[in-house]
């Protein structure tokens, strides 16, 4: 079972930028993908971006160029660069691990992110 804390939520205003971990309880590389999602009010859990075992990144169509995915493999740590902030970013950001092709899948408990002046 792998574990999965997030941080580095809170509220910024538009235009700014925050950065998210993901700390996993076990080694990010014996874990297939690692990817953020995000849930707003009233919407449908979505993909934000995700990074692979092999370092290989993948980023939602209409957030590329504003967020970036990175991860540390000594701190098994993925993080989330969010720059540009837009209050539409407003939600609650979701870590999670696929540990293989098909899963199985486990979820962090979320770290909510607030776009407003």
């Known amino acids: 079972q792998v574990q999965l804390v997030e941080s580095g939520g809170g509220l910024v205003q538009p235009g700014g930028s925050l950065r998210l971990s993901c700390a996993t309880s076990?080694?990010?590389?014996?874990?297939?993908?690692v990817g953020w999602y995000r849930q707003a009010q009233g919407k449908q859990r979505e993909l934000v971006a995700a990074i692979t075992s092999g370092g290989i990144p993948n980023y939602a169509d209409s957030l590329k160029g504003r967020f970036t995915i990175s991860r540390d493999n000594a701190k098994n740590t993925v993080y989330l660069q969010m720059n540009s902030l837009r209050p539409e970013d407003t939600a609650d950001y979701y870590c999670?691990?696929?540990?293989?092709?098909?899963?199985?899948?486990?979820w962090g408990q979320g770290t909510q992110v607030t776009v407003s002046s």
């Open positions: 999670n691990a696929r540990v293989g092709i098909f899963g199985p899948d486990y």
């Open positions: 076990t080694s990010i590389l014996s874990i297939r993908r």
